[in-house]
């Protein structure tokens, strides 16, 4: 998709790294958007690598 297409925003709300407002996500029969979501778990079933990070200066 296109740059600002919401890619990354996606991607952000199903690892939960970002607040879903609404609707709901599933990925490997897990619910994302459930309150009570194991994110260690969820984690380990979905990984994200961002093309640019900034682990170090």
Do not use: M, W
Request: charged fraction near 25%; aromatic fraction near 6%; hydrophobic fraction near 35%.
């Amino acid at each position: 998709g296109a740059s600002g297409s919401g890619k990354s925003t996606a991607l952000r709300c199903i690892d939960r790294l970002e607040t879903i407002d609404s609707g709901s996500i599933e990925v490997a029969g897990i619910r994302v958007d459930d309150p009570q979501v194991d994110l260690h778990q969820l984690r380990r079933e979905v990984g994200i690598v961002f093309q640019s990070y900034n682990l170090f200066p």
